[in-house]
C-alpha cells in the first residue's frame, strides 16, 4: 500500500521544496539533499509506486519506457553521459530503501 505521507510525495505535490533539474509527465528530477558524490540526483516516477517491483508489475510499458528514458535525459542534461555514471536504486528494507516511493540515484563527476 502506498504512504502519501513520504517525502518524496510531498515534493511532487510542491509541500516541500526541491532543487529541480528537470519534470516532465511521468518523472521529476531533483538534487539530493545529502550528496553521496559529486553529482548525485534523485529521479522519481509521478505515479504512486512504492519500490521498483510495484512500479514494474504495476505500471504501463509506456510508462516504464518513458521513465528510464528520462532517466537517460537526466543523465545527458548533467553532462556526465560523457565521462560515466551510476544508477542505483536500492528495493525495500533490506537494500537500505528510506523513501517508500520509486525512484533511481543518479551518482557521477568524479570516478566512482
Known sequence: MYNKENIFYRILKSEIPAKIIYENDVALSFYDIRPLKKIHV???TKGL?????????????????DFWATVSKVADLLEVSRTGYR???NNGPDSGQEVEHFHVHILGGEKL
Open 87 to 89: 544508477i542505483v536504486s
Open 42 to 44: 534523485l529521479v522519481i
Open 49 to 65: 509506486y512504492s519500490n521498483f517491483g510495484d512500479f514494474v508489475a504495476n505500471a504501463s510499458i509506456q510508462e516504464v519506457k
